[in-house]
């Protein structure tokens, strides 16, 4: 019976935003069946948008503002939307091999999540949990994960938000019209929350690693080995890395959200077209928060009889039945419920 390899911990240091997200592609996609379960440690040089493997970035962001601040825009193999990576922000991965993962990975972020949430109670967060593969502090969002498989390996990754520049991020997103961002601001400022937001100051790095180091050797239930990959190593994982990621570029992509944004997995704003009319919706869990309409007559009916209703259809179409023309009250209806439709699915 062989003795299980231990578990190695590897820091790289500050990366680019295109080699922060190539190495731990690369090493994930090197991963052979025996290896050791890994914990990557790394912080961005730069501050950058990551975009889902299957995101299409023009959809959603601003891509125009985005090159003319120099703000990369990078896809990653991991799952979800548009996520902002500040300058300096610590960033962990955990890689593991297939065959050790039975539950795939279900297994995968059940380790990768208890280890996000120890680190930010032993940092003095308090009312932390997680909400499906987020994690939330005091009823906010406070880091979004995901996970990969490629080739053998798996990858698990997350950051820890120090600060979340609000404006900076709106500025990125895509705006279909005035007054969307305007929107989105509060939600956002509602909906998420980051590590100064919460303890007054964000966490000295070094004391985020080593909390997570410790934190990892308590989950694995041995001590991790230092593994300081050398020069021609670690160009072997960014080279497998790069090569990941330009496949990702050629492949299918689609909006995160069509025609809208997630803030968090309870909040929504989207906006669409309906009879030649722009309507703006923010959902908040199963009940329209806002909604709006550029036609100022029908705006009014929506705010007085749609604001905190059930987004289905037929519980729509009753609401506004009597209010307004019978076809557009139907066409209101099936959009907003083929918006809430799509989130929930």
Not at 22 to 47: H, I, K, M, N, Q
Not at 269 to 278: G, I, L, P, Y
Request: net charge negative.
């Amino acid at each position: 019976m062989t003795t299980p390899a231990a578990p190695e911990w590897i820091d790289a240091g500050e990366r680019s935003a295109t080699e922060l997200h190539a190495l731990y592609t690369g090493l994930a996609a090197s991963t052979a069946p025996d290896a050791p379960p890994r914990v990557l440690w790394v912080r961005s040089r730069e501050a950058h948008v990551s975009v889902g493997g299957s995101q299409d970035p023009d959809a959603d962001l601003d891509l125009e503002h985005c090159a003319a601040r120099g703000i990369p825009v990078v896809r990653r193999p991991l799952g979800g939307g548009s996520v902002w990576v500040d300058a300096d922000q610590d960033c962990f991965f955990v890689i593991r091999s297939g065959r050790a993962l039975k539950r795939g990975h279900r297994h995968l972020f059940a380790q990768g999540l208890a280890m996000a949430v120890d680190v930010l109670r032993e940092l003095g967060l308090q009312g932390v949990e997680t909400r499906g593969q987020d994690v939330w502090v005091q009823g906010r969002k406070i880091m979004g994960t995901g996970a990969a498989t490629l080739n053998e390996g798996c990858v698990f990754g997350a950051s820890f938000l120090g600060r979340f520049p609000v404006e900076e991020f709106l500025a990125c997103v895509r705006a279909p019209s005035e007054g969307y961002r305007d929107w989105l601001r509060p939600v956002l400022e509602a909906g998420m929350t980051d590590c100064a937001g919460e303890l007054g100051d964000p966490p000295d790095s070094t004391a985020v690693r080593d909390t997570l180091r410790r934190v990892a050797e308590r989950r694995f239930e041995a001590p991790l080995q230092d593994r300081s990959p050398d020069a021609a190593t670690l160009e072997t994982w960014l080279a497998a890395g790069y090569e990941e990621l330009e496949d990702l570029s050629d492949g299918d992509a689609r909006p995160s959200v069509p025609e809208g944004i997630r803030v968090n997995r309870d909040n929504h704003v989207f906006e669409t077209q309906v009879d030649r009319a722009r309507l703006r919706l923010h959902v908040e869990g199963q009940r329209i928060a806002r909604v709006w309409c550029e036609d100022p007559a029908v705006d009014r009916v929506l705010g007085d009889r749609l604001a905190g209703e059930s987004p289905e259809r037929l519980h729509l179409r009753s609401r506004l039945a009597g209010h307004l023309e019978p076809a557009l009250a139907d066409a209101l209806s099936a959009r907003i419920d083929a918006l809430y439709r799509g989130i929930t699915t």
